[in-house]
């Protein structure tokens, strides 16, 4: 590994840490092949008794690297005399790439040697970069031009995986019970996992890596036996084939009827109980237990049904006479809940009071 690309994953893993709340002295980034299991991972890295107890933190597959990145978190602090650049997974397997964020100062040298490694990983010359700035003769002692040419060679050469969009990688699911420290049960993930589906403009390929990368253990067995049978499988139905395997078996029916019998706990705000009716409310519609088209109208119902402990709020808000045109669930947040509130309690205190016998 070349030291600018080596020094790129350090910037990369820099802010991977950051996401994930790492503390930059107890992690690391190892490049290993796109099918290598966790558990591999973690023994592996797990034989380097500088390291301690080594857990993976996440994954992301590199296609400029071919490979998967995987940030790890070590139990003891790292150092970096101490820790090799690699290590050897196996018998007559390729060895992993070891990444380590470390504080020794970039001297000129150092610089003037990564230059020269990326125009040579690129096939590139000192010309080749002074042709990017057609109409300009910029001093071969210009450190300003130079830096500038390599940082419009660095944007040219990572534009493919700039247009696929940035982020939040979904946290990680197994399908194991009870759901392990630091993954994701299943409704959770799958929120997420639909939420990125639904608004993601990269390509549904992308979509699929996304997907694939966040999973382990039975959730990884059932999708690879999905893409088995078809390796062009949608996100959407690799979504739908945990759905079989992990989510409720309720049909959306049975769903919906629960969605009527949910009633505000006693303490629980009204917030709250709004918020765990929209979770519901979502299923069912998922499920095809109802329109999405009727939403508004059956959440509406429900929060008047069910919210027996703010009577008081829900009669300021008149709720009932807007059933005909039933709010979103935008306008049920609770700062939108709190300034209608007082619009309507300004209007008219004298009807807001008649009403309060009927709710």
Not at 138 to 148: C, D, K, M, V
Not at 299 to 319: F, H, K, Y
Not at 351 to 358: K, R
Request: glycine residues 6%.
């Amino acid at each position: 590994m070349c030291m600018l690309i080596h020094t790129v994953l350090v910037g990369e893993m820099k802010n991977w840490c950051r996401g994930e709340g790492l503390q930059e002295d107890h992690a690391l980034m190892v490049i290993v092949p796109e099918t290598t299991e966790i558990t591999a991972i973690e023994e592996a890295l797990g034989a380097i008794k500088v390291l301690g107890r080594v857990r993976v933190r996440g994954r992301m597959f590199s296609a400029k690297l071919g490979g998967m990145m995987v940030l790890c978190e070590s139990k003891e602090k790292i150092n970096a005399d101490s820790v090799p650049p690699e290590v050897h997974p196996g018998e007559g397997q390729e060895a992993w790439p070891i990444v380590i964020i470390s504080e020794r100062a970039v001297t000129d040298d150092d610089f003037s040697v990564k230059v020269t490694s990326l125009l040579q990983a690129e096939g590139k010359t000192v010309e080749d970069v002074q042709a990017l700035f057609p109409g300009q003769s910029p001093a071969p002692s210009s450190t300003e031009a130079i830096l500038r040419a390599v940082g419009d060679l660095l944007d040219k050469a990572a534009k493919p995986a700039a247009e696929s969009g940035s982020y939040r990688r979904l946290r990680i699911f197994s399908g194991t019970l009870p759901t392990p420290a630091g993954e994701e049960s299943f409704d959770h993930w799958s929120e997420q996992a639909n939420l990125m589906v639904a608004e993601s403009d990269c390509p549904e390929k992308e979509k699929r890596r996304r997907i694939m990368e966040s999973v382990k253990g039975p959730a990884m067995e059932i999708l690879k036996a999905v893409r088995l049978s078809d390796p062009d499988v949608s996100p959407e139905l690799c979504i739908e084939a945990l759905e079989s395997a992990f989510g409720t078996a309720e049909s959306g029916d049975d769903l919906y009827f629960s969605f009527r019998l949910m009633q505000q706990q006693s303490g629980e705000k009204l917030s709250d109980f709004l918020r765990r009716l929209e979770r519901s409310l979502t299923k069912v519609v998922q499920r095809g237990g109802l329109p999405a088209s009727q939403m508004d109208r059956a959440r509406v119902e429900q929060l008047l049904r069910g919210a027996v402990t703010s009577d008081l709020m829900l009669i300021r808000l008149r709720l009932r006479e807007r059933k005909t045109s039933p709010p979103n669930f935008l306008e049920l947040l609770p700062q939108r809940l709190a300034k209608l509130s007082e619009e309507i309690s300004g209007e008219d205190t004298a009807t807001t009071l008649s009403v309060q016998g009927v709710v």
